[in-house]
């Protein structure tokens, strides 16, 4: 079998990566190691930036988006009872979008269905040979067979945890990590939420985040532990530290219900680099890890693969190179600038476990002036709502 590019994972950005290939003619195939249905059945990523809505535009894959994701103007931070709200549109212009990832999956899977390219789901042990060659190769077994690509390039979207990573030589790539010591324990209900917009909480008992994926949908976070168990978070549980964690306010407009999902998530920020070893490149979580307190994970992915698909399209139509010499370099500088946001709105949002008098009353300060400086509140916001690619 042969391909043009062969894409590993059908997650945001490799699906969004084959499908922004397949409408510049250009062929190429996904191998994913889960089925579609398991796929679609992860619950992460809920905002949206300008950019990443303009890419799903040009990928044909916005139209549910636009009719069914809410477009937020703000959001609010909520501090020892008080509450700030950002007005992202006055201070940037701009706005994000809130709309799932599972939603933007299923699109971008119906969109490529629509033109008739190929996924394989379900394909296992997935090796990738040859890299440094102009012939890549990769392997996968299916169905008890083994079967082999040929290929000019490799797209390595498939995760923190996929193998395009792990298959470059330990000496030809650098990783850079900090590991939080807390998770987030999520819940999704089917209840409105509590606001119109997300409410981000920093309090004596941890962070909470207060977020939707519609007016009928809830999604909150808590922050916990990392050796609690979601067997120990029964949801009235939930509940009642949700409730001490939010303002008078917010508690009292709360709905609580049977949760539909729950899940914990532990807290890491993580780059490789470079984004590239011979004809391999890798794009999204396969490259870097952000702590979610930006709700950056899904917008990296997404101008990582702006960035790879136009150096490939450049590649193909005019025959230059240079655009795919530079991309490792153009993708981390976008890519360290939100690992830094992320970092920081984690910093401050936070209680850390270890963290002394003086660590406290630094955050208290960062805060205090967040909720005072207009300057501040535009710094959040230009980040929040996405630097341009
Ligand atoms: P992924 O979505 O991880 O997709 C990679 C795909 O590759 C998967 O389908 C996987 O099955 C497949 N794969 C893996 N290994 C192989 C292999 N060996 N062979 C073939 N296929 C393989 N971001 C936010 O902004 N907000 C959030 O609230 C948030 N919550 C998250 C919760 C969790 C539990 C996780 C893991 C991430 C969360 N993120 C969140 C981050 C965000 O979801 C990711 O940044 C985004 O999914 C990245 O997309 P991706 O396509 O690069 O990787
Ligand atoms: C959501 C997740 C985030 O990490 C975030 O910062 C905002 C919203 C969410 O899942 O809705």
Redesign the pocket.
């Known amino acids: 079998m042969r391909t043009q590019v062969a894409i590993?994972?059908?997650?945001?950005?490799?699906l969004l990566l084959g499908q922004l290939l397949s409408l510049a003619g250009i062929d190429n195939m996904i191998?994913?190691?889960?089925s579609k249905d398991y796929?679609l059945s992860r619950i992460?990523?809920?905002?949206v930036e300008q950019g990443a809505v303009k890419l799903l535009e040009e990928a044909r894959a916005a139209e549910r988006l636009h009719r069914e994701g809410l477009v937020h103007d703000g959001t609010e931070i909520a501090f020892q009872g008080r509450r700030r709200r950002i007005d992202f549109k006055a201070l940037t212009g701009k706005v994000v979008t809130v709309y799932g990832?599972t939603e933007i999956t299923r699109d971008l899977m119906d969109a490529r269905e629509a033109i008739g390219a190929e996924t394989v789901y379900e394909?296992a042990d997935?090796a990738l040979f040859d890299l440094k060659s102009d012939r890549p190769r990769v392997s996968w077994r299916e169905g008890g067979e083994t079967h082999e690509l040929q290929c000019d390039y490799v797209a390595g979207?498939?995760?923190?945890?996929?193998?395009s990573r792990r298959s470059i030589p330990e000496s030809e790539i650098a990783a850079f990590e900090r590991v939080y010591p807390f998770g987030w324990l999520g819940v999704l209900v089917e209840k409105p939420p509590v606001s119109h917009e997300l409410i981000y909480v920093n309090h004596d008992r941890g962070f909470a985040l207060c977020s939707m994926r519609s007016t009928s949908r809830s999604r909150y976070y808590l922050q916990c532990r990392l050796d609690e168990h979601i067997d120990d978070w029964p949801d009235d549980k939930f509940w009642e530290e949700l409730v001490r964690r939010l303002d008078p306010a917010a508690a009292s407009a709360l709905q609580t219900g049977a949760s539909i999902e729950k899940?914990i998530?532990p807290l890491r920020s993580f780059v490789a680099e470079p984004m590239r070893y011979g004809n391999l490149f890798l794009?999204?979580?396969?490259a870097h890890i952000v702590p979610?307190t930006g709700?950056?994970?899904?917008?990296?992915?997404a101008s990582d693969v702006h960035y790879l698909s136009h150096a490939l399209i450049e590649k193909y139509k005019n025959g230059s190179a240079k655009d795919l010499d530079l991309y490792a370099a153009k993708a981390l500088a976008r890519v360290w600038k939100a690992e830094r946001f992320s970092w920081w709105m984690t910093q401050m949002l936070h209680r850390f476990p270890e963290s002394s008098g003086f660590d406290q009353r630094m955050q208290a300060a960062e805060l205090d002036y967040l909720f005072s400086s207009e300057a501040a509140q535009t710094a959040l916001a230009e980040n929040y709502v996405g630097l341009p690619y």
């Not at 590993?8 to 490799?14: E, H, L, M, Q, R």
């Not at 191998?31 to 889960?34: A, G, V």
């Open positions: 590993i994972g059908a997650g945001p950005s490799g191998l994913e190691q889960k796929v992460r990523a809920g905002v990832q394909a997935v979207c498939d995760g923190f945890h996929g193998v899940s998530a794009a999204g979580d396969a979610p709700a950056k994970g899904l917008n990296l992915a």
